[in-house]
């Protein structure tokens, strides 16, 4: 909210030069700037990310009386809190704020810039870090590491999912299987 009230759409203030800086863009999509087109893709985009959090919280329910890995856990813990975070931001940032445009700050609104579960995600985090100009991809030299803008749903998505993919070996191995089993009682 604070980036949605004090940055223009399309300003920037570094935080560590080199490394990070905000940039504030509003995403009518997903992740990094995906979208699906219109305003029915934008219902079916909220759609999914309501139906994914309802079923994540439901699937964690379930993991946690069965005893599972708390590693695991954790991780979809971080996928579940970061899609509620753009749910929010999609859900109702249309019907608190006014438009955002380039040179003007946004402001709190009583009748919002977009319908009910038509707003905008506030995006703002950029990394600025840069391959080397020798870098041996050519193609790559000197251009950003990761040029898409994100915000803190986004990293945590992606940092659950990561997390679950380096740890699942551990999540999942046999032992933390049988001991899930263990701590469940049967329903025969």
């Not at 560590?16 to 699906?36: D, H, K, R, V, Y």
């Not at 995006?123 to 915000?151: C, K, Q, Y």
């Amino acid at each position: 909210m604070w980036v949605k009230l004090n940055f223009s759409l399309g300003e920037s203030m570094t935080l560590i030069p080199g490394l990070i800086e905000l940039q504030f863009i509003e995403n009518e999509g997903m992740a990094f700037g995906w979208a699906l087109p219109g305003a029915v893709g934008k219902l079916v985009l909220t759609s999914f990310r309501l139906v994914a959090a309802v079923g994540i919280g439901f699937y964690m329910n379930r993991l946690v009386n069965s005893g599972a890995h708390k590693g695991f856990l954790t991780c979809l813990a971080f996928i579940w809190a970061g899609a509620i975070g753009n749910i929010i931001d999609s859900a109702i940032y249309g019907q608190l704020f006014t438009a955002s445009h380039w040179g003007m700050l946004a402001e709190w609104a009583g009748e919002g810039y977009a319908p009910f579960f038509m707003g905008y995600v506030v995006d703002m985090f950029h990394f600025t870090v840069r391959w080397p100009a020798g870098f041996p991809i050519e193609s790559l030299a000197s251009r950003e590491v990761f040029p898409p803008i994100w915000n803190v749903a986004d990293a945590a998505i992606s940092c659950g999912v990561i997390a679950i993919l380096i740890g699942q070996r551990r999540f999942f191995s046999e032992d933390a299987v049988s001991a899930a089993e263990t701590a469940t009682p049967s329903e025969e």
